[in-house]
C-alpha cells in the first residue's frame, strides 16, 4: 500500500521563527490534506492541496504531485502552533479513507 | 452548529471485555469514518459508514464493528479487548467528499 513520511518527526522553535515540515508519498495520490492536532487530541484540516500551492494567514502549503511531495510553511511561529502536524493521502472511491504520516510534533516556545 | 460530538471521552476496560464508543456527526454530515489513533502515531482508517453500510475498510479485524443509524449518528464496537486495543478513536464525518470533520475522540484504556 501507500507509504507516507514525513520529517522531521520532531522540531522545536522560538515564537517568532520559522519551519518547514515536510511530506513524502510513495505513489500518485487524488488528495492530500494537512492537519494540525491540538493537545486535546481533535484533527484540524489545514489545507486539502493535491497539487499547487495555498496559503492561510501566516500557514501555507505546496504540493509537486509529480515528484510526490508536500511542503508546509509555518511563518512567524506562535505558542499555539504546537502540537503534531499530519499529512494524509485519501484512498479510494468514496472518500475519507486517510492513509496519515506519522506526524511532525512542533513545540514553540515562548 | 455543533461539529462531532464523541462519548464517552475516557474510558477503561479489563482486558477480554466489549466496549461501544459513539459519534454524532456535524449536522449536515451523512458519512462517519472511524480511526484508531495509537500513542505516538497517525490515525489509522477502520471503516467508514454510509447510508446505514460498511462502506470501506481498513486492515482490522472482525472484532472491531459497527453501526450507523436512520439519523447518521454511528457507533464502533470492539469485542475481546486486548491491551493493544489500547489507542486514542477519532470519528470524522462529511457530506459527500467535503468538509471532513473530525471529533476529538475517545481515549481507551484496556488493562
Known amino acids: 500500500g501507500i507509504q507516507v513520511e514525513q520529517s522531521p518527526p520532531d522540531l522545536i522553535l522560538q515564537e517568532g521563527a520559522n519551519s518547514t515540515l515536510r511530506c513524502n508519498f510513495s505513489d500518485s495520490v487524488n488528495n492530500l490534506q494537512w492537519f494540525h492536532q491540538n493537545p486535546w487530541g481533535q484533527l484540524i484540516n489545514l489545507f486539502y492541496i493535491p497539487s499547487g500551492t495555498k496559503q492561510n494567514g501566516r500557514l501555507s502549503a505546496t504540493t509537486v504531485a509529480t515528484e510526490r511531495y508536500s511542503l508546509l510553511y509555518i511563518s512567524s511561529s506562535q505558542t499555539t502552533d504546537s502540537g503534531v502536524y499530519f499529512c494524509a493521502v485519501e484512498l479510494g472511491d468514496y472518500g475519507q479513507n486517510f492513509v496519515f504520516g506519522p506526524g511532525t510534533r512542533l513545540s514553540v516556545l515562548p | 452548529d455543533a461539529g462531532v460530538t464523541q462519548s464517552p471521552t475516557h474510558l477503561i476496560k479489563t482486558r477480554g471485555q466489549q466496549v461501544t464508543l459513539r459519534c454524532s456527526p456535524k449536522?449536515?454530515?451523512?458519512?462517519v469514518s472511524w480511526y484508531q489513533q495509537a500513542l505516538g502515531q497517525g490515525p489509522q482508517f477502520i471503516f467508514q459508514y454510509y447510508e446505514e453500510e460498511e462502506r470501506q475498510r481498513g486492515n482490522f479485524p472482525d472484532r472491531f464493528s459497527g453501526h450507523q443509524f436512520p439519523n447518521y449518528s454511528s457507533e464502533l464496537n470492539v469485542n475481546a479487548l486486548l491491551l493493544g486495543d489500547s489507542a486514542l478513536y477519532l470519528c470524522?464525518?462529511?457530506?459527500?467528499?467535503?468538509?471532513?470533520?473530525f471529533g476529538s475522540g475517545t481515549r481507551l484504556t484496556v488493562v
Open positions: 449536522s449536515g454530515h451523512d458519512t
Open positions: 470524522a464525518s462529511s457530506y459527500l467528499r467535503g468538509g471532513y470533520t
